[in-house]
C-alpha cells in the first residue's frame, strides 16, 4: 500500500524524478537494505536527522511535514543499516517507516486505512537528495558530520563542474589553491605551504607519484614528496575529503593536511548500475581536438558487489609566451655604441642598467594520453564491510618544445666585434626596455622529450563489529609508481640578423623583430646537440589496524598501531655539447630533410628542426647509455631513499548531549636510509626519530550550530631533494656542499576553530580560523671546520693546491621557525525562483562562495653559501584565495559559471641567480569557468563546457621588483559531452 502512495506521489512529480534518474536513488529505483553506512550524529530535531540519514544512504523520503513538528531524535554513532537507523531515530516516537522500492516512506504507527492515505497525499513532503543540490547537500552534511575541520567534495560535485582533473576539482576548497602545467591544474597548496606537506591518501593509505613539467622555470625534473594529480581524471573518484585538522589516527607527514581521496564502491549505487560518457574538446592554440571517454559498471547483489571503472584521454594542449633569461648588470663589452645617447650609454658603462637576456618567444606542445582503470570489490553483511580496491593510472606523453632567441654574450644578442646598437631606452628603474641591435646573434632550440608516469595501488579495507562493545578497522596496501623520461634531445641553431627588443609596449609580453626572414634555412648553421633521461619510482606498504571499544552510548576507546614503508629511487644522465667544438670552427648547415616553417606562436615564424632526424642524419644515438661511450657526462645523480615508521595511537570519544570531546595521543619511530651516488662521492647514512604527537578535538553541536576546537602536534619529512643535497665543492664560492645526517622531521603545532551555521535545508556558512607554529624547518647554513677533520669522501673533493686550514661547510639544518595563520570563510545559499512566476517554480538560483587570507613569513638563506637572506613570505603562500560559483538549476537544465582567483605568490628564492634576482614568483590569475547541461531524457544527457574563458596569462615575475621572467598563456577551451547513466 505504502508503495502506491511513493508511486503516486513520484508520478505527480515526474520532473523531480528526470533529475533524481541522475543519481541511484530515486523513485521508482531499488534499495539495498544489506548497505551498511558508518555514522555519527547528534541529537537534534527528528527532521533534521531523518534528512541526515536519507543523504547518508543516497535516497529520497516522503512524510508529511506535521507528524514531525516538535519531535527530536536522539544521537547516533555506529555503523548501521538504513533500516537500523531509521529503527534507532523513531524508537520512542510515535512513528513507523516501511523501505519502499523508490525509498523511505514514514507515518503514524497507527494502522491507516488506503483512503486515508492517498487522500493525504498533499500533505506529504518529498525530499530529494539528488542532482545538483543533492549534491552540496551530500558535502554539506559530510561537513556537518565531521569531528575534525574537513572539507568534502563528493561525486556528483565533481563531475559537474568543467575539471579535467584532482587539482582543478580541489580548487574549490577553501585555503586551497593549485599550480598549472599548460593551463591545466597539477599539484595542490593547502593554508600556503610547500606541496610537499599536503599528504595524498587514496582508499585510506597514503600515496605518492610524480611526473613533472617541461618548463625549467617550473622546476622540471622537480623530485619532492608532493602528488601530482593530474595523472588521474575526476571520473575515477566519487570523494575528496580534505583534512584541515588532525586526530591521533592519521597518518603523518602532511603538516599543511590531508587530502583522502575515495574511488567509487559498488554499494555507493546499489543494484545494476552503469554510465558511459564522451567528450571532444577543443583548444583555441592546439592543432587537433582532445578526446576524453569514461565507462563505469557496478553491480550488488545479496552481500556481494563488483566495480569496474574506465577512463581513457587523449590532450592536445600548447603554451606558447615570451621569457628571459632574467634581467642582469653588464658591460656593453664588444658592442658598438657609437650612435647612442650619451646619457643612457654612461649609465649601461656605469653598470645601473639591467640588460634582458634571452628574450625569448616559446611554444610548449604536447601530446598526451591519460588512461586510468579501477575495480572494486564489496562484501558487506550485519557484521562486516570489505573492500578491494585496485586502481591504475597512467599518464604518457610527447612534448616538444620550440624556442627563439639571441645566444650571443650572456645570451645576449652581441657578438664581439660585430654587433652594434643603433638605439636604446630605459625606464625609471633603470631597465632596458628598448634596443635595437644590428648584425646580432640569433638562435633556435628544439626539444623533443617522452614521458611517462605509471601508478598502481591495491588496498583492502576490513571493518568488523564482534559485539556491540568491540569493532575493529584495518587496512593493507601497497603502491608503486614509476615516473621515466627516457628521450629527452635537443638541437640547436644559429644565425644573424638585426633585432629590436621592445618591452615598452606590453611590459610582460615584448614585441621582439627581426630583419631576416628566419624561416630560411641558408641564414641558420647547426650548433650543438644535446641529450638526457631521468628515471624515479616510489613505492609504499601501508598496514594499520584498530580496535574499537564502547561501554555505552557517551564513550568510546580506540587503540590502534600502523606500518609505513616508503622507497624512492632516482637516476638522472646528462650530456651537453655534443659537435659544439667542431661546428664552432666550421660552419655545419642545417640538414634539410630535419627542418621545417615553425608558425605555432602568435608572433612570428622561424625555421625548427626536428630533433629525432637531426640525430639520425648526423648517425648519433639519442640513448645516453650509446652517447657515454664518446662523451663525457656533464651531470649523473643516482640516489635512493628508504624510510620505514612504526606507529601506535590510543584515541578516546566522550559524548554528551551537545558536545563532544575527542582526545588522543600518537608514538611514532621512523628510520631513513639515504644512499647518494654521485661521481665521484658514493655515500650512505641513516636518520632516525621517535615523536609523541597529541591531538585534542572538542565538538558543540546546536540545531543549526557547530562549534570545533582543535589542538594538535604533527611533523613532516624533510623535502627528498634535501636528503639527496648535491656532494661537491663550489670553487667559486670555496665552500664545500655536503648532506647532514642529524636532521630531524619538521614540527607542526596547530591550533582550529572553527563555527558553522546549517539554516534551511541548503544553506551553509561557516568561518575557520587556524595558526601553525612550525619548527625545525630545514635551510642552509654554513659551519666552518677544519680541513684535517672532514670525513674522507668529502676531503677528497678540494683540489690537490688547497692550502687553507680551514673550509666552510654547507648543510641543511633544522634552525627555522615561522607562524602561520589566517581565517577561511566559505558560503552556501539558494532561492527558488517560483515566487517570480509559476513558470519558474521549477528553478532554482544559487551560489557557493569561499574566501581566504593566510600569513606567513620565514627567514631565507643562500643555499649555496648558507648566507642570511631576507625574510619573506612562504614560497606557494598566496595572501588571498577566493572562488564562487554560481548556478541555475532545473529538472532538465542547468547553468554554472566558476571564477577562481589566486593572490601573487613566490615560487622559490633561487640560490643559482642571486647575481640576477632576490626571488622569483607569480603574479595574480583569474580563470572563468562555465558549464551549461541538458537532460534530454530519464538517461542521457548532453553537456557543453567552457574553461579558461579570459586565456589567462600566467606571469612568473623576476626579482621582488617583479621584472618580466616568464608570461605563457595556454588558450581557451571548449567541450562537448554526451552521458548516457542506466
Known amino acids: 500500500m505504502l508503495d502506491r502512495v511513493f508511486n503516486k506521489y513520484c508520478e505527480a512529480s515526474l520532473p523531480i524524478v528526470l533529475i533524481g534518474l541522475l543519481s541511484p536513488a530515486v523513485c521508482g529505483a531499488e534499495l539495498n537494505t544489506n548497505d551498511k553506512k558508518n ?20 535516497t529520497a523520503y516522503v512524510v508529511s511535514p506535521l507528524l514531525l513538528k516538535n519531535k527530536t531524535s536522539p544521537s547516533l554513532s555506529g555503523t548501521f543499516t538504513l533500516e537500523q537507523a531509521l529503527s534507532h531515530l523513531l524508537e520512542k516516537s510515535n512513528l513507523t517507516f516501511t523501505l519502499s522500492s523508490g525509498g523511505i516512506v514514514i507515518g503514524v504507527r497507527e494502522k491507516q486505512t488506503e483512503t486515508k492515505e492517498i487522500e493525504e497525499i498533499e500533505e506529504i513532503e518529498e525530499i530529494k537528495v539528488n542532482g545538483i543540490r543533492g549534491s552540496l547537500n551530500l558535502s554539506r552534511q559530510g561537513k556537518r558530520e565531521e569531528s575534525r575541520v574537513t572539507d568534502i567534495i563528493v561525486a556528483q560535485d565533481i563531475a559537474r563542474y568543467p575539471d579535467r582533473n584532482l587539482a582543478e576539482s580541489m580548487q574549490r576548497i577553501p585555503g586551497m589553491s593549485i599550480t598549472r602545467e599548460a593551463g591545466e591544474g597539477r599539484q595542490v597548496v593547502l593554508r600556503g605551504l610547500n606541496p610537499d606537506y599536503t599528504l595524498v591518501t587514496i582508499n585510506g593509505m597514503p600515496v605518492l607519484s610524480n611526473n613533472d613539467s617541461p618548463m625549467d622555470s617550473r622546476t622540471q625534473r622537480d623530485r619532492d ?77 545479496d552481500n556481494w558487489g563488483a566495480l569496474v571503472s574506465l577512463s581513457y584521454g587523449n590532450r592536445n594542449y600548447q603554451e606558447q609566451g615570451a621569457n628571459t633569461f632574467r634581467w642582469r648588470k653588464l658591460l656593453p663589452l664588444g658592442l658598438d655604441t657609437s650612435l647612442l645617447d650619451s646619457e643612457i650609454l654612461n649609465r649601461w ?7 634582458p637576456r634571452g628574450n625569448r618567444y616559446s611554444v610548449w606542445r604536447g601530446d598526451m594520453q591519460r588512461v586510468g582503470l579501477g575495480a572494486a570489490l564489496e562484501y558487506v553483511d550485519d557484521n562486516s564491510h570489505v573492500t578491494l580496491d585496485w586502481i591504475y593510472g597512467r599518464l604518457n606523453s610527447t612534448r616538444q618544445e620550440n624556442h627563439l632567441y639571441p645566444r650571443g654574450f650572456q645570451s645576449t644578442p652581441a657578438i664581439a666585434g660585430e654587433t652594434a646598437v643603433i638605439d636604446a631606452q630605459a625606464n625609471d628603474r633603470d631597465e632596458l626596455v628598448y634596443a635595437k641591435y644590428t648584425n646580432a646573434r640569433v638562435g633556435t632550440e628544439n626539444r623533443l622529450q617522452t614521458v611517462s608516469t605509471l601508478f598502481q ?84 606498504i601501508y598496514a594499520k589496524e584498530i580496535l574499537r571499544f564502547t561501554n555505552n552510548d557517551n564513550r568510546d576507546w580506540h587503540i590502534g598501531a600502523d606500518f609505513v614503508q616508503f622507497e624512492s629511487k632516482t637516476e638522472y644522465t646528462d650530456i651537453q655539447d655534443i659537435f659544439i667544438d667542431e661546428w664552432a670552427l666550421r660552419k655545419e648547415d642545417v640538414p634539410l630533410n630535419s627542418a621545417y616553417p615553425f608558425t605555432h606562436h602568435q608572433k612570428l615564424n622561424w625555421l625548427a628542426l626536428n630533433p629525432q632526424k637531426v640525430f639520425q642524419f648526423y648517425t648519433t644515438p639519442t640513448s645516453v647509455e650509446a652517447l657515454l661511450l664518446s662523451y663525457p657526462e656533464d651531470r649523473a645523480e643516482n640516489n635512493v631513499v628508504k624510510e620505514e615508521r612504526f606507529s601506535v595511537f590510543f584515541q578516546q570519544q566522550l559524548q554528551g548531549t551537545n558536545w563532544s570531546l575527542h582526545t588522543g595521543l600518537r608514538a611514532e619511530y621512523d628510520t631513513a636510509t639515504v644512499s647518494i651516488l654521485q661521481a665521484p662521492i658514493n655515500a650512505t647514512y641513516s636518520l632516525n626519530n621517535l615523536a609523541l604527537l597529541p591531538a585534542v578535538t572538542v565538538n558543540y553541536r546546536t540545531n543549526h550550530n557547530v562549534v570545533r576546537l582543535g589542538i594538535s602536534k604533527t611533523i613532516g619529512y624533510p623535502e627528498l ?6 656532494i661537491r665543492y663550489i670553487e667559486e664560492e670555496s665552500v664545500l656542499s655536503v648532506y647532514n645526517d642529524a636532521l630531524k622531521p619538521i614540527t607542526a603545532y596547530n591550533f582550529d576553530v572553527s563555527i558553522e551555521a546549517y539554516p534551511g535545508d541548503v544553506a551553509r556558512f561557516s568561518t575557520n580560523l587556524f595558526g601553525k607554529w612550525i619548527k625545525n624547518s630545514i635551510v642552509a647554513r654554513s659551519q666552518t671546520h677544519a680541513v684535517d677533520t672532514l670525513a674522507t669522501p668529502f676531503a677528497n673533493l678540494l683540489p690537490k693546491a688547497y692550502a687553507q ?24 545559499f ?27 613569513r620565514r627567514q631565507y638563506y643562500n643555499e649555496t653559501t648558507g648566507a642570511r637572506l631576507e625574510k619573506k613570505p612562504l614560497p606557494y603562500l598566496s595572501p588571498v584565495l577566493a572562488n564562487v560559483t554560481a548556478y541555475l538549476e532545473g529538472y532538465s537544465f542547468s547553468f554554472r559559471l566558476s571564477a577562481t582567483y589566486r593572490d601573487s605568490y613566490i615560487a622559490r628564492v633561487d640560490e643559482g641567480t642571486l647575481v640576477d634576482e632576490d626571488e622569483t614568483g607569480f603574479l595574480p590569475s583569474l580563470y572563468l569557468d562555465g558549464v551549461i547541461a541538458y537532460q534530454m531524457t530519464d538517461n542521457v544527457e548532453i553537456r557543453m563546457e567552457a574553461t579558461n574563458l579570459t586565456n589567462e596569462r600566467e606571469i612568473q615575475y623576476s626579482d621582488s621588483t617583479q621584472r618580466p621572467y616568464n608570461t605563457t598563456v595556454s588558450g581557451r577551451n571548449y567541450s562537448l559531452s554526451l552521458a548516457y547513466r542506466f
Open 39 to 58: 555514522i555519527v550524529i547528534p541529537s537534534a530535531p527528528l527532521k533534521d536527522n531523518i534528512q541526515r540519514i536519507a543523504e547518508r544512504f543516497n
Open 225 to 301: 614528496r608532493s602528488f601530482d594529480l593530474n595523472l588521474f581524471t575526476s571520473e575515477l573518484f566519487n570523494q575528496i575529503k580534505v583534512h584541515k585538522s588532525y586526530s591521533a589516527d592519521m597518518p603523518t607527514g602532511g603538516i599543511a593536511g590531508i587530502a583522502a581521496l575515495r574511488t567509487a564502491k559498488p554499494f555507493d549505487t546499489p543494484g545494476l548500475q552503469w554510465s558511459i560518457a564522451h567528450q571532444i574538446d577543443t583548444n583555441q592554440y592546439a592543432k587537433d581536438p582532445s578526446n576524453r571517454t569514461s565507462f563505469t559498471l557496478s553491480s550488488s547483489e
Open 349 to 355: 658603462q656605469d653598470q645601473t642598467l639591467r640588460v
Open 457 to 540: 595501488q591495491a588496498v583492502l579495507n576490513a571493518q568488523h563489529t564482534f559485539s556491540n562493545y568491540l569493532s575493529s578497522e584495518s587496512v593493507l596496501g601497497i603502491q608503486h609508481s614509476t615516473y621515466t623520461m627516457p628521450k629527452s634531445i635537443r638541437a640547436y641553431m644559429r644565425g644573424q640578423s638585426d633585432i629590436t627588443i621592445d618591452y615598452r609596449q606590453d611590459y610582460y609580453f615584448p614585441n621582439i623583430t627581426y630583419s631576416e626572414d628566419l624561416t630560411q634555412p641558408d641564414m641558420w648553421q647547426m650548433n650543438e646537440l644535446d641529450s638526457e633521461n631521468y628515471a624515479s619510482s616510489s613505492n609504499f
Open 721 to 726: 631533494d634535501v636528503l639527496t643535497r648535491s
Open 805 to 828: 686550514p680551514e673550509i666552510n661547510v654547507v648543510a641543511p639544518h633544522n634552525q627555522q621557525t615561522f607562524f602561520l595563520y589566517g581565517i577561511e570563510g566559505s558560503a552556501q
Open 830 to 856: 539558494e532561492w527558488p525562483l517560483d515566487k517570480l512566476s509559476s513558470r519558474f517554480d521549477i528553478y532554482h538560483i544559487g551560489i557557493v562562495a569561499n574566501a581566504s587570507y593566510t600569513f606567513g
